[in-house]
Nanobody, 123 residues
Framework: QVQLVESGGGLVQTGGSLRLSCAAS????????LGWFRQATGKEREFVAA????????SYADSVKGRFTISRDNAKNTVDLQMNSLKPEDTAVYYC????????????????WGQGTQVTVSS
């Protein structure tokens, strides 16, 4: 049974930082691409960042490029999202997702999803 469990969300002021982590189990982690998506209240789920299986190429939404960094640790089966210079518009529930091999910005391509973690950025 595949499980993705996010952690690290919380409340932060504008300009602050948070680090989200997603722990995966039940899959051959090194063969999976990992993505982070977010969904704000009343809005559709949107792509944030993704990292491929090997050698770990990355991609980012334009809205977070230069502020967020995605990374993975295949020894620990985790994928992290370092978020800096946070803005109120970053407020959302953040989801971790997994698909085989190659990264994608389309949420329909992902097989497995976590339950999400809330990030709230106060102005």
């Amino acid at each position: 049974q595949v499980q993705l469990v996010e952690s690290g969300g919380g409340l932060v002021q504008t300009g602050g930082s948070l680090r989200l982590s997603c722990a995966a189990s039940g899959l051959t982690f090194s063969r999976y691409a990992l993505g982070w998506f977010r969904q704000a209240t009343g809005k559709e789920r949107e792509f944030v960042a993704a990292i491929s299986w090997n050698p770990g190429s990355t991609s980012y939404a334009d809205s977070v490029k230069g502020r967020f960094t995605i990374s993975r640790d295949n020894a620990k089966n985790t994928v992290d999202l370092q978020m800096n210079s946070l803005k109120p518009e970053d407020t959302a529930v953040y989801y971790c997702a997994a698909k085989q091999y190659y990264r994608s910005s389309r949420y329909g391509d992902y097989e497995y999803w976590g339950q999400g973690t809330q990030v709230t950025v106060s102005s």
